[in-house]
């Protein structure tokens, strides 16, 4: 499940953090409910324009990193992004194109945005939806941050509940892949216990949320909030004088019910799992085929899912950028490579002119991955 943006969690900064907020002190909210505040959510719109400072802070097992950055977000998908550390990219788009330009380079790549995907401004709006939705909430007060009134919700897992799934959120513009509470812990990297919310009480806007977890904390603050400024397009335009540095092509993605089906649409033979291997309770789900202009590349992927995991195999005639870099592991007679990736682990080896892998998605272990790879008849 290749994703530029997608990471798996790790970050922690002490509780007392949770608390640096300005002015009033907290009160319980008299005016809105749990309840309400969620029906709110769900049939609100974010405002039409966003710009802030954001800073954001990701530690992980004591190691901290720390980014500030200016943004300006519209809800028709354009945006502006201006880190505040010299040598950073800007990145601009208008919705439809986003331009990614060194500052040293002066050189810009360009990437075609998906017309149907949400705006960054929808997404970021959105986080506090599922928060709701996996979450149960501990606590919700009233109270200021900067200049603004805001709701202070703190989420928890549910008490004696066992969760078996993930969430995904937004921290800057990197999406992290968290795994929820569970039973099966040692399968996780990490999860996260403990969500703290902001939402401006006007826009219902996420000024600041935390997220803390085993041995990891991600944090991300907005200030000088100005909502709907009144935005000039040729601020989602590149510098006149950078210089094209070439564009990303996308894949050419088709999806197909079965197997056979598939067949057709690639050059070599799509590999299949021994069905003893796959864990009990998934389900073949469909195989995905893409192709890759620009790399002359086409790969296979055959899906088995349940309502909570997934796993996978994928044929392809070059390599993959995954798991290059993990723990050398037989299979077949030959070495392949295993590692963590964004949201599991993937096992990738060679065999003959083809390249296979196979991908388990948390909570399935990564002897799950091995069983299936050496299930896996490559000829």
């Known amino acids: 499940m290749p994703s530029s943006l997608r990471r798996p969690l790790a970050v922690v900064l002490v509780l007392g953090t949770l608390t640096m907020l300005a002015g009033c002190g907290l009160v319980p909210s008299a005016d809105l409910s749990a309840d309400d505040l969620e029906e709110r959510l769900e049939n609100e719109t974010p405002p039409a324009e966003l710009e802030a400072t954001v800073e954001i802070t990701e530690t992980v097992d004591g190691e901290t990193v720390e980014r500030a950055e200016t943004v300006m977000l519209r809800d028709d998908g354009a945006q502006r992004v201006e880190s505040a550390a010299d040598g950073q990219p800007l990145v601009v788009s208008d919705g439809e194109t986003r331009w990614q330009v060194d500052p040293v380079t002066n050189e810009s790549t360009t990437v075609d945005l998906d017309p149907e995907a949400p705006s960054l401004l929808e997404s970021i709006y959105r986080q506090g939806e599922r928060y709701f939705e996996a979450y149960a909430v501990a ?4 109270t200021t941050f900067e200049t603004r009134e805001v709701y ?9 509940e066992t969760v078996e799934r993930s969430i ?3 921290v800057g513009e990197t999406e992290f892949v968290i795994p929820l509470e569970t039973t099966e812990r040692e399968d996780l990297e990490r999860s996260a216990d403990r969500v703290e919310l902001w939402l401006d009480q006007e826009t219902l806007f996420p000024l600041r949320h935390t997220i803390e977890g085993d041995g990891l904390t991600l944090e991300t603050t907005y200030t000088d909030v100005r909502f709907d400024p009144g935005f000039e397009d040729d601020l989602f335009e590149p510098p006149s004088d950078q210089d094209d540095g070439g564009g990303f092509v996308q894949p050419v993605i088709e999806q197909y019910p079965t197997v056979a089906d598939a067949a057709e649409a690639v050059p070599f033979v799509i590999a299949e799992p021994d069905p003893a291997t796959i864990p009990d309770g998934l389900v073949r ?8 202009p620009d790399e002359d590349r086409a790969q296979a992927s055959v899906f088995y899912r349940n309502a909570t995991t997934t796993v996978s195999v994928t044929t392809s005639d070059a390599p993959r950028a995954v798991a290059v870099d993990g723990e050398d592991v037989e299979i077949g007679g030959v070495t392949g490579s295993i590692a963590r990736t964004d949201a599991g682990t993937e096992l990738q080896w060679l065999c003959g002119d083809l390249y296979y892998s196979v991908f388990v998605e948390d909570p399935v272990d990564r002897e799950t991955a091995i069983d299936v790879a050496e299930g896996i008849d490559c000829g």
Not at 152 to 159: G, N, Q, S, V
Not at 285 to 292: C, I, M, N, P
């Open 168 to 170: 995904d959120v937004l």
């Open 152 to 160: 202070r919700i703190a989420f928890e897992p549910p008490a004696n």
């Open 139 to 142: 606590t919700l007060q009233e």
């Open 285 to 292: 789900d469909g195989v995905t085929v893409y192709e890759f």
